[in-house]
């Protein structure tokens, strides 16, 4: 990490686009820590998705509750000194507020957020997935977790929307913007290899992986 001796990388995407699975076998690759979200954990993410105004602002609370737990946490177990990998970006948590919050209620999740959330080093490598809309529905429905069942197509693509806004500004850490669409990070040797070694490489600046549909 930063100014800490390893390495930070995260890895960031929507949902069903393959953030955890890749954060797994990166962390085993690189020797690393991982840090993960635990989505399961929270009790009203089933909730939001079968009703989203109604559970929108406890279930954006409790995943900050939970992050800034996970960050205290590392930072107190120093664990920060050797290389870690993650599937979450505190930075992002704000985008997920904006898309599912009404005015009166980010506006109250600002408050929390401004008073709760640490200030952990920047990464030193951010890799962002991308996918279209119907790939990451047919991905969540193959993973086949329970409380993803409610999720709509227009909230994809209203959060896939937001992703790309959100990176099309990114410049605190160097970036890789991934096409996810035409690969397989998890059961391709070649796609993966193909993978890490643009993560050896990366060091600063933004760069695009973008490999050429399968089949071609």
Do not use: C
């Not at 953030?19 to 009790?43: D, H, Q, Y």
């Not at 960050?71 to 992002?92: H, I, M, N, P, T």
């Not at 980010?106 to 490598?125: I, V």
């Amino acid at each position: 990490m930063s100014g800490a001796g390893g390495r930070y990388i995260v890895v960031e995407g929507p949902i069903g686009v393959g953030k955890t699975s890749l954060a797994r076998r990166l962390a085993a690759s690189l020797g690393a820590e991982l840090l993960l979200e635990a989505a399961e954990e929270n009790p009203f993410l089933e909730r939001f998705y079968r009703d989203p105004r109604g559970a929108a602002l406890p279930t954006q609370l409790a995943f900050l509750i939970q992050r800034v737990q996970q960050l205290e946490a590392l930072r107190q177990g120093d664990l920060f000194r050797g290389d870690l990998v993650a599937d979450y970006l505190l930075a992002k948590d704000r985008l997920f507020a904006e898309v599912t919050l009404d005015a009166d209620e980010l506006r109250l999740y600002e408050a929390f957020h401004r008073r709760l959330a640490p200030n952990p080093p920047p990464p030193d490598l951010v890799i962002y997935l991308q996918a279209p809309v119907g790939v990451l529905l047919a991905r969540i429905a193959r993973r086949g977790r329970p409380w993803e069942r409610g999720i709509e197509a227009g909230y994809l693509e209203r959060l896939a929307e937001a992703y790309t806004r959100f990176f099309h500004h990114y410049d605190e850490a160097p970036l890789l913007i991934v096409n996810a669409a035409e690969i397989d990070l998890v059961d391709s040797e070649a796609d993966y290899e193909a993978l890490l070694r643009h993560v050896r490489a990366t060091r600063h600046g933004r760069h695009y992986l973008n490999p050429a549909p399968m089949g071609l």
